[in-house]
């Protein structure tokens, strides 16, 4: 029952189902196929691939490519990344405060 808001990337589309806390975010994340971030996050995140499969570029070059039961972590400010995906992918991210350096 929670809304869809969509997200142009640089190219396709990031559907985000969303529930904002205090300091707590919870989104169930669909990125369509061939879509690619229009920017780099430095927001920190726990990123768990619920199905599909994505790469997780940093901006010093480093790849990793994600697939469907694999969790990742990323923290505030430590890196910047970005999300790219060519068949689609669907995630569970949490991010908030806890993943703050400080």
Not at 34 to 42: I, K, L, P, R
Not at 62 to 67: A, G, L, R, V, Y
Request: aromatic content about 8%.
């Amino acid at each position: 029952s929670i809304p869809k808001t969509e997200h142009t990337g640089e190219t396709g589309i990031a559907y985000w189902q969303t529930m904002q806390f205090d300091g707590l975010r919870i989104r169930l994340v669909e990125y369509s196929k061939d879509y690619v971030a229009d920017h780099w996050c430095t927001k920190g995140h726990i990123v768990h691939c619920l199905d599909g499969s994505f790469v997780s570029e940093l901006n010093d070059g480093k790849k990793s490519i994600i697939t469907k039961g694999m969790t990742y972590v990323v923290t505030d400010d430590i890196s910047s990344h970005r999300s790219t995906t060519a068949n689609g992918v669907r995630l569970l991210i949490i991010d908030g405060d806890f993943l703050k350096t400080q």
